[in-house]
T-cell receptor, first 114, second 109 residues
Framework: KAGVTQTPRYLIKTRGQQVTLSCSPI?????VSWYQQTPGQGLQFLFE???????NKGNFPGRFSGRQFSNSRSEMNVSTLELGDSALYLC?????????????FGPGTRLTVL | GENVEQHPSTLSVQEGDSAVIKCTYS??????FPWYKQELGKRPQLIID?????GEKKDQRIAVTLNKTAKHFSLHITETQPEDSAVYFC????????FGAGTTVTVRA
């Protein structure tokens, strides 16, 4: 099976702009979670989508949003970018059962905000 | 209630020695405890996980122990090798995962 893929891998934006990141899960996985990784902060949970619906949400401002399509692919959008949004954004897919299971991570999108 | 405290933040061990990383949590609803390994420039990968109805689990040189009463769980790596050098993250979850801040493990040859 192909692994989780993310596009683009690298992105440079300026403050105030908006950005859209994409994640394609492993075939058959219905859950996609998004994380922000910064040095010293570990992985911070953004949100999780399951069957095109946001099932869980972390503690990020409303500038961070997402969606999931019928083929389970997911996008994450960040509006009005701030310098502090510079980070590695990882998505992870899992089967999506009620019980938590192994999450398979993508390679990440490195976002730099200037 | 969602925070996971992970210690130590850095760990340097001699090749062949053991490495132990400990995590504590406060949310009693946690029932799933995975450990992820992230090598430099690569994605996190699951190395072992444990559920709340089990106290210990082993997989070759790696073991995880869970004390639900004390709300802590630990990763044990025995006979460390240079390829064990990486950042290790613990996590806890009920319906979503919360990660610790990570431990950078360096195995000295």
């Amino acid at each position: 099976k192909a692994g989780v893929t993310q596009t683009p891998r690298y992105l440079i934006k300026t403050r105030g702009q908006q950005v859209t990141l994409s994640c394609s899960p492993i075939s058959g996985h219905r859950s996609v979670s998004w994380y922000q990784q910064t040095p010293g902060q570990g992985l911070q949970f953004l949100f999780e989508y399951f069957s095109e619906t946001q099932r869980n949400k972390g503690n990020f401002p409303g500038r961070f949003s997402g969606r999931q399509f019928s083929n389970s692919r997911s996008e994450m959008n960040v509006s009005t970018l701030e310098l502090g949004d510079s980070a590695l954004y990882l998505c992870a897919s899992s089967v999506g059962d009620r019980e938590l299971n192994e999450q398979f991570f993508g390679p990440g999108t490195r976002l730099t905000v200037l | 209630g969602e925070n996971v405290e992970q210690h130590p933040s850095t760990l340097s061990v001699q090749e062949g020695d053991s490495a132990v990383i400990k995590c504590t949590y406060s949310d009693s609803a946690s029932n799933y405890f995975p450990w992820y390994k992230q090598e430099l420039g690569k994605r996190p990968q699951l190395i072992i996980d444990i559920r709340s109805n089990v106290g210990e689990k082993k997989d070759q040189r790696i073991a995880v122990t869970l004390n639900k009463t004390a709300k802590h769980f630990s990763l044990h790596i025995t006979e460390t090798q240079p390829e064990d050098s990486a950042v290790y993250f613990c996590a806890r979850g009920d319906y979503k995962l919360s990660f610790g801040a990570g431990t950078t493990v360096t195995v000295r040859a």
